[in-house]
């Protein structure tokens, strides 16, 4: 695997299932894969879980770890292609890029949707640069537009938890104050199309997803009819693709809330976090043992950690 | 041992030193004790010594280690329960602390007193939330009330410098144009009345400590007075306890310098850094070598890989 | 070697280089000598380049390494003598360089010109502190005056890809819109000064170097003349030396493009990066063929590798 942005980045689907299952059983079983390879994480974006649990699965792996705050610890990045730099960013990603490749031997980076324009968002641009000129591997830690290695790791929190061969996944949307990118349901969205799950998608109108994302996938906007009978509610905010970026309601009839829980299968509930407490959610679902996402958050160092030993041992 | 937030989760504290004072012959000898485990150091607040001490003594002893300095790496963190969280803070410490508890074995966590409300300093809310959730070890990297790697360093050094066997240890307060937490002379007070040394605590009235740390150890208002004969003088700003994070005194009269230091039995200098020169404590006292605050601060290192040599030998 | 503050540090600069392609060949060969040895990284100032190759070259070595960003991480450093610190820095520069000395056994820091007063910059009055107090070899990551760690890999850049033995090298100024320090052209020409190439410096009038760093090198005011036959352009902008800090021209004519390059003998362009796209270089440069700017970077982090090595095999 010579980069990981996607689901289609993953041959096998199922094997690397068993992969991430079997690093789970012993995560220190391949600390020879990674010696002398060093990982550099780039952070356009803030982060807790991506940052702790990417390095950590790198460490387990016998890999170093440099992390750079782009921003921050680095120079402003300039983008844009044919631009006389002579404003506030005195770096180019096309010097920038290709550099820090030569420092490393895979490179993670997180750089969120900007909102300024949808069709850069949805091209990429950045995720993109780097994997044209890095030199080495590049693992999205979220992207614009995708966020694969959460979206593995809640394929493998369904897996582990699943009581039925075919379970019903509900993807919610709930409200919040501020405007969120559609990285984490399109990539669900996208991974959920790749398994034999049930999947619904429940929102307020004016919230459809891309349609390359969503595919003949059956939306409900009725959320409670949407809930009935459920095995996994996956609770998310995003804002609107047609609507780009906006804010369209901050309905709190749509957080989710133990009345709703009861209507489904008791259903786990599940969100990518960092999640807003009686916003997205309230504390009675996520106080109860329905809440399955701490351990779904643990997950993402054993998915993060399966991919890279699949990059590294394709090297 | 199983957290460390005060000198009472040491069980034998002369064992204790013994530990520290084995690991300063040899600080590598026990590298195979932290093999495949990882510490995981939060901040809330600034830090060096901390920051760097205590990531080298868990280097030493074989660990990997991640620092994350919250509200700048990661996410605006909420701490209240039951808040409706749709302000500009996204994530929930009860969410955050387990995620980070299963991403490593050990969690290092610095959060200094707000000075908002007395009581929920005291109560020490986010150490404890982290201690209560966390799943994991928590070593204190200084508390809202107690810094006990730092007294644990200040005992080491006393014992290294110490020329007869029960020394007299003045704690001294001076100036300081802002309001500081009384973390460290708590701490001081608790650690050294676990000791057989005399302990002198000197400050202008409305300075003193909280009843449950200083318990019946002498106040001397006079600072001269409490300076004669002392073999230790730990200088230290803090601000009023009872009068709560209030600045009642800039009172220059008590920086301390070289003719206060003459009453004493040539006394070394101590401070736990960092340290406002000309205003805490003249130049004169610290490029003297009667100072040997560069040797306490030191010992950090030591003393949290002693203690975190217990934590991973109690695993 | 004690410390590697500028090209005299090195005895030996051919074996030195040789010592660099030695590295280059297999840079894992020599990782046993830095096992159980620290090196602490302190920014004053942003870095990419050297924040990461630095850390890599001593991780090849085996090296642990702990990166402090001052004035973010930590506390604001007083750097002054005999100042009252009743302002906003809490800690000074005489406490922190000898306890983060006590955490390390080598020490690199970056402390930029701050065009307060030519004087204090020229002193290099924090690098020299930290050499003065840390006791432990410190290695500059670039000063107020000097970057020699570029310098060294400047000159190994060169070695690689001359095509004569005594190539011609021309170091030209270009324009920029904020004013950046001397260290970069002051170290290039003063390592340039130990080889046997043919040196040419190019400014607009009124941008002279300081004469300890230019010693008998030729100006060519003449930008066009300079380039003819030229093996290497090293393009790079600073502010005056005589108007200290001062941005005296900003003239768009001096940018390096396609038709300057074509007056060379099939000149290399070369620039320390990070660099402003069409203000000091157009595109049409740095995309063509001659443009080794990326092999240059790479370079940072074998000649910051051969530097740590003469040093770890100097303890």
């Known amino acids: 695997m010579l980069k990981f942005t996607s689901v289609k980045d993953i041959s096998d689907l199922k094997k690397a299932v068993e992969t991430a299952l079997e ?20 952070f356009f974006n803030p982060s807790l879980r991506t940052r702790l649990s990417t390095q950590k699965a790198a460490m387990n ?22 631009v006389k730099m002579d404003g506030d960013k005195p770096e180019h990603l096309r010097e920038a890029i290709p550099v820090i490749g030569k420092y490393c031997d895979v490179i993670g980076v997180r750089a969120f949707a900007r909102f300024e324009n949808r069709e850069n968002d949805y091209s990429e641009e950045i995720i993109n640069q780097f994997i044209d000129y890095a030199g080495v ?14 979206s593995f790791a809640d394929l493998l929190t369904i897996e582990e938890f699943k009581k039925r061969p075919r379970p019903k996944v509900v993807l919610s949307w ?7 990118p559609q990285a984490v349901p399109n990539s669900f969205v996208e991974w959920m199309r790749h398994t034999e799950y049930e999947l619904i998608v429940t929102h307020p109108e004016g919230y459809e997803l891309a349609p390359e994302f969503m595919g003949d996938i059956k939306v409900e906007y009725d959320q409670k009819k949407a809930f009935k009978d459920a095995d996994f509610i996956y609770g998310k905010n995003w804002s609107s693709y047609s609507s780009y970026g906006k804010i369209l309601s901050t309905d709190y009839s749509w957080t989710i809330d133990k009345e709703k829980m009861a209507l489904t299968n008791n259903a786990f509930f599940m969100h990518c976090l960092p999640v807003r407490r009686n916003v997205v959610v309230t504390d009675g679902v996520l106080d109860s043992p329905a809440s399955i996402v701490v351990e779904q958050a643990a997950n993402r160092e054993i998915t993060a950690q399966a991919v890279l030993k699949m990059i590294l041992e394709s090297m």
Chains 1, 2, 3 share one sequence.
Request: glycine share 10%; proline share 6%; no cysteine.
């Open 23 to 42: 690093i789970k059983r012993n995560r220190f079983a391949f600390s020879h894969l990674g010696k002398n390879r060093t990982m550099v994480l780039i």
């Open 61 to 82: 792996l016998g890999m170093n770890t440099m992390v750079l705050d782009v921003n921050k610890d680095g120079w402003q990045l300039e983008t844009g292609m044919g």
């Open 137 to 150: 591997p590049v693992v999205s830690m979220e992207g614009a537009t995708r966020h694969p290695l959460q």
């Open 174 to 180: 709930a409200p919040h104050p501020k405007a969120l």
